[in-house]
């Protein structure tokens, strides 16, 4: 099978040779539309213009995945959330090169709960038997305004629970079958917004701050990149999804429950939407 689905998407660019045998380290953080991003670019490369050795490496530190572009380690980071990230973005401007959005969509992100909690906002919630509130990587933006703005304003007596992204997915759909009420942080572009019905609650107290205004997802890369590689600066330059995409992209990589097997599923189906990146980077060469 994926002996075919490499010949189905090799019909998309014709022959090879562009990347010239190059490699490229990209950064993932963990969260699921860094995994699709950077699994995707991976697979095409690789499978579409002749790059070996496409390497992907994950840490949950944002802060060190941000000075790592910076400083050469990485080539890419491809999810810069602004203006959420803007103080780390700020801390290496001069050093990196920022890409205009790749993410076509408004995000969206904050407290959630189960649409069958009758609960609306963030101040309801001391009035539920919800014990937790189900977090993610503690580097994460949005995990330290709960935890620095949002518990304090609201006086909440849940427990923020810091957890990698999976883990705490792992807990929504255990809870979410049996109807447990509970709380976690949600956003948007992300596959749980297919598989769940969930609630965003209200901030009256605009505690979350800029966390509760749309976000930008884009690019950064190391400096000098688009000489070095325009090849690969060209692809990841003009990758651009919409929020079905993004979200379709992160439901079939779960649904395969391996990232590359499923980023190259998803791209045999969309030979439409992939089309257009590809001839940008051959037109590079």
């Not at 060190?64 to 050469?72: C, E, I």
Request: proline share 4%; aromatic share 8%.
């Amino acid at each position: 099978m994926a002996a075919i689905l490499a010949l189905v998407l090799g019909a998309l660019t014709g022959c090879g040779g562009l990347g010239q045998n190059k490699g490229l380290l990209l950064a993932n953080i963990g969260w699921d539309e860094n995994v699709a991003v950077s699994h995707l670019t991976k697979v095409l490369l690789e499978d579409e213009l002749d790059y070996e050795g496409v390497d992907i490496n994950t840490s949950e530190d944002l802060d060190s995945t941000y000075r790592d572009v910076a400083s050469g380690e990485l080539d890419a980071f491809q999810d810069v959330w602004l203006p959420n990230q803007e103080a780390l973005l700020d801390q290496v401007t001069e050093d990196v090169e920022h890409l205009d959005p790749w993410f076509l969509g408004e995000t969206k992100q904050g407290m959630a709960v189960p649409a069958y909690m009758d609960v609306r906002s963030i101040n309801q919630l001391n009035g539920t038997d919800a014990q937790f509130i189900f977090g993610i990587e503690p580097s994460s933006v949005m995990m330290q305004e709960v935890g620095e703005e949002v518990m304090p304003a609201y006086s909440l007596e849940q427990k923020l629970v810091e957890a990698p992204t999976a883990g705490m997915l792992a807990e929504v759909e255990r809870l979410y079958a049996t109807r447990e009420n509970f709380v976690f942080l949600a956003w948007s572009p992300h596959w749980m917004n297919q598989r769940y019905d969930i609630r965003y609650l209200e901030d009256p107290k605009d505690a979350m701050g800029v966390t509760n205004d749309p976000a930008e997802c884009s690019t950064i890369v190391r400096g000098g990149l688009r000489e070095a590689d325009p090849v690969a600066y060209a692809f990841m330059d003009a990758l651009e999804l919409t929020e079905e995409q993004i979200n379709g992209l992160e439901y079939t990589i779960n649904d395969e429950e391996d990232p590359l097997a499923g980023a190259r599923r998803w791209a045999s189906e969309n030979r439409d939407v992939v089309r257009p990146w590809i001839e940008a980077a051959r037109n590079a060469r």
